[in-house]
C-alpha cells in the first residue's frame, strides 16, 4: 500500500484536529463537571453532538468566560481521516 505525502498530511492533521478538539471537550467538562457535580457520563455525549443540556452548558461555560465546545471541530477532523483512507485505497 503506498501512501502519498498529501495522504499523511491529511491523516496527521485529522488525527491532530481531533486531539485538539478532545482537549477542548476536556477543559470546558471538566470545569463544568467540577461546578454542578454532574455525572461525567451524561456530559460524554456532549463530545459527539449536542443536546439540550450540552447547549446550557455552552452557554454557561460562555458566561463564566471560556469559549464553549462545539462538536463541528471534531468531525472535520474525523472527515480529514476517513478522506485519507479513502484517497489510499482508491490509489491501490
Known amino acids: ?5 498529501k495522504n499523511k498530511r491529511l491523516y496527521y ?4 484536529i481531533v ?3 478532545m482537549i477542548w471537550w476536556y477543559v470546558v467538562f ?5 461546578i454542578t457535580k454532574m455525572n461525567s457520563g451524561k456530559l460524554l455525549v456532549c463530545g459527539i453532538y449536542t443536546t439540550k443540556l450540552c447547549g446550557r452548558i455552552d452557554g454557561s461555560a460562555e458566561l463564566m468566560g471560556h469559549t464553549a ?7 472535520v477532523g474525523f472527515g480529514l481521516i476517513a478522506a485519507s483512507k479513502m484517497w489510499t485505497n482508491r490509489q491501490n
Open 1 to 5: 500500500m503506498t501512501v502519498t505525502v
Open 69 to 75: 465546545y462545539n462538536p463541528i471541530l471534531l468531525w
Open 30 to 34: 471538566s470545569k463544568v463537571e467540577s
Open 19 to 21: 486531539g485538539i478538539a
Open 13 to 16: 492533521a485529522g488525527n491532530t
